[in-house]
């Protein structure tokens, strides 16, 4: 997939996030999240992936039930996993209903201190 490709596929995805994915990325945006960067619906080798702080190498995935057992996203994880990334992924309905919980098990991810 050229650059350009999926440069334009990434602005789509941005400006159509699921309402999952908005209630995340309000908690992750403008480095609230103990100053980590993360950029949302970002190009990483041939893949999009819906969070990513580049600093730290951790992905976060927010999945609905269309990637229950998908082997293109173990393909895709080990490919992630091979070039040094993190992978955390959590359902829609986990982000919706227990936020904090998600973010909590964010930050105990990564090698920030809990606020």
């Not at 619906?41 to 995935?61: A, M």
């Not at 057992?69 to 990334?85: A, H, M, N, P, T």
């Not at 359902?91 to 936020?99: A, G, I, K, P, R």
Request: proline letters at 3%; a neutral charge; charged letters at 30%.
């Amino acid at each position: 997939m050229g650059v350009k490709i999926k440069t334009s596929i990434s602005r789509n995805l941005r400006s159509n996030l699921s309402d999952a994915e908005q209630r995340l990325w309000s908690r992750l945006r403008s480095q609230q999240l103990q100053g980590m960067k993360f950029r949302r619906q970002h190009p990483v080798g041939d893949y999009i992936v819906d969070f990513v702080c580049l600093e730290i190498k951790l992905i976060i995935e927010v999945d609905g039930g269309q990637h229950s057992g998908d082997i293109r996203d173990e393909i895709r994880d080990s490919w992630l996993s091979g070039e040094g990334f993190k992978i955390l992924r959590y359902w829609n309905n986990q982000v919706l209903n227990e936020t904090e919980a998600v973010v909590e098990d964010i930050l105990r991810n990564t090698d920030s201190p809990s606020p």
